[in-house]
C-alpha cells in the first residue's frame, strides 16, 4: 500500500509538472497568479511545481506587470536554451534535418537530395544521410548530443508503432523497413518517428492555420499526397496507424495507374509527378504562349527533387497564359475539390488546411476552384460548415512538425529527459 501511495503522488506530481509546463509554453508569458487560473491548480501546488521547473533551468523569468493594488507580478515562460530539438524530414526527394531550440527557433539546418523512393527501395544510404544530417546539425550549432531532447523523423507511408517501428512505403517497393533498428546503429539519441504528414499536421494545429480547431483535416501535396486527420484534438490513426492515406483513395474507377500498384487514386490525378505527366502529354502544338511555361513544355516533367518543383512551379507561373498549363491546374482542382469533398462527408471537419510544397503552390494559383469543385460534390451542409485554407507554417513544415514528435513527450512527461 505504501508503494502504491509514493506511485500515486509521484505520477500526480508528473502531472502538475506536465500540467504548468504546457501552459507556460504555449501561453506565456504568465505569471503564477494566471497559471492558477489557467490550470485550476491551488496556489501552493502552483507555487511548489513552478519552483520545481526554475530550479531545473526549464523555466525562466520574463519581466513583470503591474498588479491591481499590489507588488508586480513576475512573468514565466519556457527558457528557449534549455533544450534542444531536432526534426528530420524524409520526403520523397530529399532528406532534410533542422536543429531548433526549445521554443522551436531554428538554429542549424542541413539537407541532401534523395531520389524518389529512396527509403523503400534502399533503405540504407537514407539512414546514413539522416546520420549525417544529425551530426551536421549538432556540430553547426555548437549544441552538447546531451542537450538534445529527442530527434523526431517523419517518413512518408504508414508507420507501424509497436517493439519495433516500421515503416511501411506508400509505393509497391520494400516493405515493412526497421527504420528505428537501422538508426540506432549510429545514434543513441532519443528517436520518435511517425508519417510527415501526421508530424506536419501536429504543427498547423499547434502553431499554425490549425490553432482553435478540434476537428480538421491537413493535406500534405507534394510527390506524394496524405493527410492528417484530427478528431477531438487529436491524431486520428486508425487500427494499425494506417489512416491517413487519402492520395490513395479511388477517385476515377479504372483510372490512371498508382505508384502504389492500384488505379485511378486521386494521387495519380494530383500528386506533382502526375500533374507535370499530364502536362507533359500534350502536343507541341497545343500549346499557346508556350515560351511563359519557362521551358516546361518539352521534357520538364522528367524533372525529379529541386527540378520536380522547379517544373511544377512553372506551370504554376504559366497558367495566367498558357492554355494547356491553365487546362492542366483546372482539372487538378476539380480532382482535389473531389478528394477534399470526401474528407467533408465523412470526417465533418472545422477546417481543411492545404499544405506541402506542391499543395501551396496550386493553392495560392486555383484556391477559388478547389473551393467551387469542393462545393459540388460534398453535402451541402457540412460543407458550409467547412473552413478550405492554406497551411501556414510554409513548404518545408515537416522538418518542424516532426520536430514537435519529442516536444510532445517532453510536455507529457512534464519535461523529463
Given amino acids: 500500500m505504501g508503494q502504491m501511495n509514493r506511485r500515486t503522488v509521484r505520477d500526480l506530481r ?197 490553432r482553435g480547431a478540434d476537428n480538421a483535416v491537413i493535406a500534405l501535396i507534394g510527390s506524394g499526397v496524405g493527410a492528417a486527420i484530427v478528431t477531438a484534438g487529436a491524431p486520428y490513426r486508425g487500427a494499425t496507424s494506417s489512416a491517413g492515406e487519402w492520395g490513395h483513395t479511388v477517385v476515377q474507377v479504372g483510372g490512371r495507374a498508382c505508384r502504389c500498384g492500384a488505379v485511378g487514386c486521386l494521387e495519380a490525378y494530383v500528386g506533382a509527378q502526375a500533374v507535370l505527366d499530364r502536362y507533359g502529354r500534350a502536343a507541341p502544338g497545343d500549346r499557346a504562349g508556350e515560351s511563359g511555361a519557362d521551358g516546361v513544355a518539352e521534357g520538364g516533367a522528367e524533372g525529379a527533387g529541386e527540378d520536380q518543383q522547379a517544373a511544377f512551379a512553372a506551370i504554376v507561373g504559366a497558367a495566367g497564359t498558357e492554355t494547356r498549363a491553365r487546362e492542366v491546374l483546372e482539372e487538378t482542382a476539380a480532382y482535389l475539390g473531389a478528394g477534399i469533398a470526401d474528407l467533408i462527408n465523412l470526417f465533418n471537419p472545422e477546417r481543411i488546411i492545404l499544405g506541402g510544397w506542391a499543395g501551396l503552390l496550386l493553392g495560392g494559383r486555383v484556391l477559388p476552384r478547389i473551393r467551387a469543385a469542393t462545393a459540388s460534390y460534398a453535402l451541402h451542409r457540412p460543407y458550409a460548415q467547412t473552413e478550405i485554407g492554406l497551411a501556414e507554417l510554409g513548404p518545408d513544415a515537416v522538418a518542424l512538425g516532426a520536430a514537435t514528435l519529442p516536444l510532445a513527450h517532453f510536455l507529457a512527461t512534464g519535461g523529463a529527459r
Fill in 14 to 210: 508528473r502531472g502538475n509538472r506536465s500540467t504548468l509546463l504546457r501552459q507556460l509554453y504555449f501561453q506565456g508569458p504568465v505569471s503564477r497568479q494566471e497559471l492558477g487560473a489557467l490550470t485550476g491548480l491551488s496556489s501552493g501546488s502552483v507555487s511548489n511545481v513552478v519552483g520545481e521547473l526554475l530550479a531545473d533551468a526549464l523555466v525562466e523569468e520574463a519581466g513583470s506587470v503591474e498588479s491591481d493594488g499590489g507588488r508586480p507580478r513576475t512573468l514565466l515562460r519556457v527558457a528557449p536554451g534549455s533544450g534542444h530539438l531536432i526534426g528530420v524530414d524524409v520526403g520523397e526527394t530529399h532528406v532534410r534535418v533542422e536543429l531548433f531550440d526549445l521554443m522551436l527557433t531554428e538554429l542549424a539546418r542541413w539537407e541532401h537530395p534523395l531520389t524518389p523512393g529512396g527509403l523503400e527501395r534502399d533503405p540504407e544510404p537514407v539512414v546514413g544521410h539522416i546520420l549525417t544530417g544529425l551530426e551536421a546539425v549538432v556540430a553547426k550549432s555548437g549544441t552538447e548530443p546531451e542537450a538534445v531532447i529527442g530527434v523526431g523523423v517523419g517518413v512518408p507511408g504508414v508507420v507501424e508503432q509497436g517493439d519495433e517501428v516500421l515503416v511501411h512505403g506508400p509505393t509497391a517497393g520494400r516493405d515493412a523497413v526497421p527504420l528505428e533498428r537501422l538508426l540506432r546503429t549510429g545514434t543513441d539519441l532519443p528517436l520518435f518517428i511517425d508519417n510527415g504528414a501526421t508530424a506536419q499536421g501536429q504543427a498547423e494545429m499547434w502553431f499554425g492555420a490549425g
